[in-house]
T-cell receptor
């Protein structure tokens, strides 16, 4: 069974500062993928970043980076230089070797001006 | 941009009625997921398909929910009979390479 845990129901950050959203996972698969999605108040699900279990370097996409610590089974999302438009719900997800895509409960990020 | 199309966007129905939600995955995508999102439960995986074959539907209430892919361009999720507790946003997502999945805009279902 695979499980995603996001322990922060809500986070606050000042505009222009960096913020880290936590995600831990549990799986017995050797090959898996980790994802972060953003859901703004409009409700759409927006793909942000992907990290494969065999990728040696942390993934980066613009202001988003994924801090992948395989031994600790963590895949934290780092958003640099926060913007007001970053205020949204953020979901961590894992795809196992059976292609199953499981999501965590999410973290609500609020960026303050 | 290619997109996943879900219809209808909104549906209000009376308890006991059949509800059918449709999803058109991105052309060529071979993995399709159905999720239900509520405030209390978050994003629950209901069922998913790979190359049109159902891989897992253990997240679905079997007595009233059914999911099918009659062809590569259409996935359906049916609820019969519907109940007020089925009120939620239902998302479809599709992918090909397993490194990115695209979500549809969702169907907001209200059962009264």
């Amino acid at each position: 069974a695979q499980k995603i845990t996001q322990t922060q129901p809500g986070m606050f950050v000042q505009e222009k500062e960096a913020v880290t959203l936590d995600c831990t996972y549990d799986t017995s698969d050797q090959s898996y993928g980790l994802f972060w999605y953003k859901q703004p108040s409009s409700g759409e699900m927006i793909f942000l970043i992907y990290q494969g279990s065999y990728d040696e370097q942390n993934a980066t996409e613009g202001r988003y980076s994924l801090n992948f610590q395989k031994a600790r089974k963590s895949a934290n999302l780092v958003i640099s230089a926060s913007q007001l438009g970053d205020s949204a719900m953020y979901f961590c997800a894992m795809r196992g070797s059976n292609y199953k895509l499981t999501f965590g409960k999410g973290t609500l990020l609020t960026v303050n001006p | 941009d290619a997109r996943v199309t879900q219809t209808p966007r909104h549906k209000v129905t009376e308890m006991g009625q059949e509800v059918t939600m449709r999803c058109q995955p991105i052309l060529g995508h071979n993995t399709v997921f159905w999720y239900r999102q509520t405030m209390m439960q978050g994003l629950e995986l209901l069922a998913y398909f790979r190359n049109r074959a159902p891989l897992d539907d253990s997240g679905m209430p079997k007595d009233r929910f059914s999911a099918e892919m009659p062809d590569a361009t259409l996935a359906t999720l049916k609820i019969q009979p519907s109940e007020p507790r089925d009120s939620a946003v239902y998302f479809c997502a599709s992918g090909l390479t397993s490194v990115s999945y695209t979500f549809g805009s969702g169907t907001r279902l209200t059962v009264v």
